[in-house]
């Protein structure tokens, strides 16, 4: 257990030279930078351990800086990033001025160009301005009712706040190229209709960014009992690509309408991307029999079948972990062109642990990073 309490004193002036004990991996370094206290002119150093070596780390916090996104104005603690032996240049990392400093901007430089993770949704709620009583003859008004909490989620494998994050690997390396994070965001009205929040996050990472920059962020928002999407947005890019659209899905009537005008006729009870990752999660699988799954894929509705194979056990980083294969074939003259494969951990939580197929880059793997250890 690392220390956290900060120094009390002539010891806490001034916090310019701070080494961090302990070695890190790339993602919990990430946490550790969010539980120091951030001051004004501080200086932490850390050893950061991944695939393809060791690397030291220094962070400098040098001001303070309002960011806007998409999800709002944040006033953030600016901090400047060196990297020894990284290819990242001018990196800076901007935390959120409060107590959970919520890491709002990533940028950096690279050969190829920029690179910017910005924050995509917070949960951070800035309490109400107390109200002023101009005389004591006037009573404050009681402060309203806290609505009720959106039901649990029931019959599912998951629950709301679930996060699944992986590594993406190419050919047979073992330095990861890739990462990719799948979240349940949360439950409550969105769009006039009571739905459920997921999201996938996926971008290129390390050699590969250099070579090639890609950066997609799908977000479905589903029906909190079926799990069949009515809206779905994407933003997607992946090299010289780019797509950015918003799907509105009547499962009623069978129709997909793009946010460009296009229409599109779909069977009842199709998924996106985001949805059918879950939905996999839900089917009881037997071996021998197959179960069928509409999927929308580049705006066509395509038919998966679901095979369970034998039950076996797959390493995963130091762990044997015994899981369920899954083979998933297309209705395409080439059912299995893709080789898509995918292994559930044999429990009530289903979790995805391994994905597999064939790219035009190379046989691609992705690995869940860190398999819980405990129950959801």
């Known amino acids: 257990m690392q220390d956290f309490t900060q120094p009390a004193g002539n010891e806490a002036i001034p916090p310019k030279q701070r080494g961090v004990p302990g070695t890190f991996d790339f993602l919990s370094v990430f ?17 950061v351990r991944g695939e393809g070596g060791e690397y030291q780390a220094e962070m400098k916090v040098t001001g303070r800086e309002t960011i806007r996104t998409n999800v709002g104005s944040f006033p953030t603690i600016v901090t400047q990033i060196k990297v020894s032996n990284s290819p990242l240049r001018s990196l800076r990392a901007y935390f959120s001025d409060d107590a959970g400093h919520v890491p709002v901007l ?17 949960e951070l ?13 006037i009573v404050a008004a009681p402060m309203p009712a806290t609505p009720p909490a959106p039901p649990p989620l029931t019959n599912f494998p998951f629950k709301l706040g679930e996060e699944l994050n992986y590594q993406i690997f190419i050919g047979g390396s073992n330095t990861p190229l890739g990462m990719a994070s799948f979240q349940v965001r949360g439950r409550q009205r969105y769009f006039e209709r009571d739905g459920l929040f997921l999201s996938v996050t996926a971008q290129t990472t390390n050699a590969a960014a250099r070579i090639f ?3 997609d962020q799908i977000e479905s928002y589903v029906d909190p009992k079926s799990l069949l999407p009515y809206r779905t947005s994407m933003n997607l890019v992946e090299g010289q690509r780019r797509l950015t659209q918003v799907l509105t899905t009547n499962q009623d009537a069978g129709s997909v309408t793009s946010d460009k005008g296009l229409r599109i006729e779909i069977p009842v009870g199709t998924h996106d991307y985001v949805s059918f990752f879950y939905a996999l999660r839900t089917i009881t699988p037997v071996a021998g029999k197959k179960s069928v799954v509409t999927m929308l894929v580049e705006n066509k509705p395509k ?20 899981a369920i294969p899954l083979r998933l074939t297309t209705d395409d003259p080439e059912p299995d062109k893709y080789q898509l494969r995918m292994w559930l951990s044999d429990d009530l939580q289903r979790l995805p642990l391994r994905l597999t197929c064939i790219t035009k880059l190379g046989p691609l793997r992705a690995d869940l990073a860190i398999l819980p250890t405990t129950p959801q």
């Open 31 to 47: 946490y550790r930078a969010r539980a120091l206290p951030l001051n004004d002119g501080g200086v932490y150093n850390f050893s």
């Open 213 to 215: 920059v890609a950066r």
């Open 125 to 137: 709620i800035k309490p109400p301005a107390e109200t002023v009583t101009p005389t004591p003859a």
């Open 106 to 122: 990533v940028v950096a430089r690279l050969s190829a160009g920029e690179l910017r993770a910005e924050l995509a949704g917070s």
């Open 303 to 322: 038919t998966i079948f679901i095979d369970p194979l034998p039950r076996e056990s797959i390493q995963l980083g130091p762990r044997n972990v015994r």
